[in-house]
């Protein structure tokens, strides 16, 4: 068995990585705080053109038919660069679940809109009541029950909330539910609702994974130059042990996700436990590499004129996101252990 990706898998992650180095910088990713939409339009038009947002669309309508596998790296990218733009909930959450459930005509309308970058969709389950991007939602997904709907974003009333992330744009959204036509609902409908509701934890595990990652990398680049006592404190053994321990978490969390996506990808059984074990661990990486990478850079960490509160707050929020540590780990303890007596 062949426990590695494809040169065709890492080659697109590469390319990805390039792009996203390029056209996602950190003053741009800071620009999304005070901007009047929290988007980068130029960045979403360049996934979409290298297939990034249509990687799951069907080629039918216009994507490359692809699945969480191949995806899984392109966000680990898009964490990396702490990416201000829904492409989770549009791209490994909407799209699948549109493929499989909605009618013929709104598969060709939306998934082509996907494909092409001209469709935003917004996603807000039970799990996750604030829908991200609300404001730039050309389709916005939502759960009632075990009924799933597909409302047009003008159909919506939004009530912008606060976010620890500032480039993270969310909403309480108000809509008729009387005046829509569920998708699907019924048994058929929580089904649907769990794989979209555990792709959607799968991608934001992998996007705190690049955010970690990233953080990593900082920490360890600040430790070579900064310097006490004339020598660089990564010298010192007290932070070579913290940043190894943060290493050591992140190298528990990515094959958790990597096996994750292997599991999403071939429909087996266990896969709900296994997305909730790589989100748990994913989540728990993150917030312990965030507060590494706080403790060694001391005060300037601490200031919002540094670029390292962009990735830590995305970290924060992200592990909170899409069910946090706690609640994935009752989940997993609930698929091997059963119900509490």
């Not at 901007?35 to 216009?62: F, I, N, Q, R």
């Not at 009333?157 to 500032?166: A, F, H, K, N, P």
């Not at 990593?216 to 680049?221: D, G, P």
């Not at 929020?317 to 946090?324: E, F, I, N, R, V």
Request: net charge negative; proline share 4%; with cysteine.
């Amino acid at each position: 068995m062949r426990f590695a990706f494809t040169d065709d898998q890492l080659l697109l992650r590469d390319t990805v990585r390039e792009f996203l180095a390029n056209e996602c910088q950190p003053e741009q990713v800071r620009y999304t705080w005070v901007a009047d939409s929290g988007h980068l339009p130029e960045v979403w038009s360049g996934l979409a053109d290298m297939g990034v947002l249509g990687l799951t669309v069907p080629e039918a309508h216009g994507g490359l038919g692809m699945d969480e596998l191949d995806l899984v790296l392109l966000l680990e990218e898009t964490g990396r660069v702490a990416l201000p733009s829904p492409v989770v909930e549009t791209t490994a959450v909407a799209a699948p679940l549109l493929a499989a459930v909605a009618p013929a005509e709104h598969r060709e309308r939306w998934l082509t809109g996907i494909a092409t970058g001209e469709c935003i969709v917004g996603v807000g389950f039970v799990g996750t009541p604030f829908v991200l991007a609300a404001h730039l939602a050309d389709l916005v997904i939502l759960e009632r029950d075990d009924r799933v709907f597909a409302v047009a974003g003008d159909k919506l009333t939004l009530e912008r909330q606060r976010s620890v992330d500032g480039s993270r744009w969310l909403f309480d959204v108000d809509w008729r539910q009387a005046d829509e036509i569920p998708l699907v609902e019924g048994p058929e409908g929580w089904h649907e609702v769990n794989l979209a509701f555990d792709r959607g934890a799968l991608g934001t595990a992998a996007q705190l994974l690049g955010l970690a990652d990233r953080m990593l990398e900082m920490t360890v680049e600040y430790a070579k130059q900064r310097e006490q006592f004339g020598v660089p404190i990564g010298s010192f053994q007290a932070v070579k042990h913290q940043i190894a321990d943060a290493l050591l978490a992140l190298s528990f969390a990515r094959p958790a996700v990597y096996n994750a996506a292997y599991a999403m990808r071939h429909g087996l059984d266990t896969h709900s436990r296994d997305v909730s074990m790589a989100k748990c661990l994913a989540s728990e990486a993150a917030l312990t590499v965030g507060r590494t990478a706080l403790q060694c850079h001391g005060a300037i960490g601490y200031t919002t004129e540094y670029d390292l509160h962009l990735w830590m707050k995305r970290a924060w929020a992200l592990a909170a996101s899409w069910g946090d540590a706690a609640w994935h780990r009752d989940r997993v303890s609930l698929a091997v252990l059963g119900p509490r007596p």
